[in-house]
Every structure is written in C-alpha cells, then in structure tokens.
C-alpha cells in the first residue's frame, strides 16, 4: 500500500484542533502502523495524527533513531498530555509538514507526558532535551500549532513568503517538492 501523505504547510488541516481517541481499536492501531512507516520513510523522529489528516491525538516519535547504527525504538501514544515542565531550551527545529525550512525554537528543557499506549494502559514518561523537544512539538500539532508559529514574527513572515513563491514555482514545474532532509524533523 502507497504511504499516507504528509500534509504541508498551508494546509488548512494543520490548525485544528484534533479530538481525543474514545477507543482504541483496529483502525487505531492501523493508523499509528501507516504513521510510523511515514515517520521512519521520511526520515523524521516524530509524527502526529493531523500531519497525515487525521484529526486524532495520536503521535509516534523515535528519538533513538536518528543515532549511527540505532535499532528502531518506537514509541506510539494516544491522547498524550504534558503534565510537569522544568527549564527552558532552545533547538533547532524542522518539521515534516514545513519543507524547507529550519528556526531555533525555545521549549521546555524537561516535561513530564502522560497517555496510553496501545493496549490501552497508562504511559507516562519524564523527558529531557531532544525528547522532551519532540513532545512538545508533536502534542502542538494535536492543538493546531505549528513551530513556525513559536518564532518570531519577522522569521515567520519571512518563511511564509519564501514558501507561497515555492509553491507558485511549484504549481509552475508541475513537480512536487519534497521536505528538506536536513536536521531534526518531527
Ligand atoms: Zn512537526
């Protein structure tokens, strides 16, 4: 089967505000198998339900991965929340549905999650620098926040323009483009 697409930026879907799963059935099950194959093919370290058009609380991440030689250490998590958070970090961050562009974004340097796994047991789990990064990252796209939205409006409106000429050149070549493979994408 073809992968799921990654919706990219401006794509309206992107700003919604996704619902909390009420069951975990097959299709949940199945979906967070299509995200990871999307995560791992791409390649990023994590993925919410919304970045391939299901407005659902749902994100997988592999932060392990991206290490030389790492075996695949995936985590899925439906309707995670963040409980605690500890200090302030700034990374460099790229994300699957915003091609071509990286920005430092400041976050919680600690956070503590909560969710359920896919059997529909309790997870919880206190994360640090990049990890603790991705959740973050990951739970926004579940609020419709994108990490272009945590920088400044000036590097904001800068991206945006250069993205609306891409995409015009785009519509132009008739070719489509694909996200940049540099740095963390999430
Ligand atoms: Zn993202």
Redesign the pocket.
């Known amino acids: 089967m073809a992968l799921r697409e990654v919706l990219q930026f401006p794509d309206p879907r992107l700003k919604r505000v996704s619902e909390p799963v009420e069951k975990i059935d097959d299709a949940i099950r199945e979906l967070a198998s299509d995200m990871l194959e999307v995560m791992y093919d791409e390649p990023g370290i ?1 993925l ?1 339900a919304p ?1 391939v058009g299901e407005q659902i609380r749902l994100i997988v991440l592999d932060t392990d991965w991206t290490e030389e030689g790492a075996e695949p250490n995936p985590l899925v998590l439906v309707n995670p929340e963040i409980l605690e958070r500890d200090g302030t970090i700034a990374w460099t961050e790229g ?4 091609p071509d562009f990286q920005a430092e974004v400041e976050r919680s340097h600690r956070v503590r999650v909560r969710g359920l796994d896919l059997d529909g047991n309790e997870w919880s789990e206190e994360a640090e620098e990049l990890r603790a990064v991705c959740f973050q ?2 739970i926004d ?1 579940l609020d419709g926040v ?2 272009i939205d945590r920088i400044s409006r000036l590097k904001r409106s800068m991206y945006v323009k250069k993205r609306k000429k891409a995409l015009k050149l785009e519509g132009e070549d008739d070719e489509k483009q694909r996200p940049s493979k540099l740095g963390t994408s ?1």
């Open positions: 994590g919410a970045q994300c699957l549905s915003v990252h990951e796209h994108l990490f999430l």
